[in-house]
């Protein structure tokens, strides 16, 4: 039974540039949710996409975006890259009335 | 709003003595909670969950957590540590089902990273 998957592992990038991450849920979740841990801190909520839409956001700004693919696969982009925005970026799955969510391994962002 | 914090940043304990991981959180409604583990350089493991029912939950590796209504807290104890135990520690809690049906957005402590020494 295949977890949820992340792709790239690491990936460093330039001040202004954009990123794109992708993530693929767990077998049979249709909801997924992603998070921004910095070093030494707690996952924050970025966003969820269930139905292909954004239902839930955190305190985000506009340069995060998400989109859900119709096999319940998604992607993180963010724009203008900060090096603020450096940080370990984790996707994860669950299905609808189960309140549980499990992790991938997440994606490493280094911004430079 | 949640909130959730983690007493102890860092706590260290002998092999085979008891891990106590304290956790308490504030919730408007009736919360969801969960810990979870992280190794390094891996994402994060589910250790168990509370939603309702029985407060004393068992999870993984021997772990369990009792909810306390009257003292909001969801602390995580088990009763011989092993080398492997030594990780960061994630307390986090919900507000239980979104308006969809999916899971409501999870809010972490800051974590409480575990030693533990021979």
């Known amino acids: 039974d295949a977890g949820v998957t992340q792709s790239p592992t690491h990936l460093i990038k330039t001040r202004g540039q954009q990123v794109t991450l992708r993530c693929s849920p767990k077998?049979?979740?249709?909801?997924v949710s992603w998070y921004q841990q910095a070093l030494g801190q707690g996952p924050q909520f970025i966003f969820q996409?269930?139905?292909?839409?954004?239902?839930q956001r955190g305190n985000f700004p506009d340069r995060f975006s998400g989109h859900q693919f119709p096999n319940y696969s998604s992607e993180l982009n963010v724009n203008a890259l900060l090096l603020g925005d450096s940080a370990l970026y984790l996707c994860?799955?669950?299905?609808?009335?189960?309140?549980?969510?499990?992790f991938g391994p997440g994606t490493r962002l280094t911004v430079t | 709003a949640q909130s959730v914090t983690q007493l102890g940043s860092h706590v260290s304990v002998s092999e085979g003595a008891l891990v106590l991981l304290r956790c308490n959180y504030s919730?408007?409604?009736?919360?969801?909670l969960f810990w979870y583990v992280q190794y390094p350089n891996q994402g994060l493991q589910l250790l168990l969950k509370?939603?309702?029912?029985?407060?004393l939950v068992k999870g993984i590796n021997g772990f369990e957590a009792e909810f306390k209504k009257s003292e909001t807290s969801f602390h995580l104890t088990k009763p011989s540590a092993h080398m492997s135990d030594a990780a960061e520690y994630f307390c986090?809690?919900?507000?239980?089902?979104?308006?969809?049906?999916?899971?409501?957005?999870?809010?972490f402590g800051t974590g409480t990273r575990l030693q533990v020494t021979l």
């Open positions: 509370y939603t309702t029912g029985a407060t």
């Open positions: 986090a809690v919900s507000e239980g089902p979104f308006n969809t049906g999916t899971a409501s957005k999870l809010t």
């Open positions: 996409y269930y139905e292909e839409e954004e239902r």
């Open positions: 077998s049979g979740h249709d909801t």
């Open positions: 994860a799955s669950s299905t609808r009335d189960t309140p549980e969510q499990y």
């Open positions: 919730s408007s409604v009736p919360p969801y």
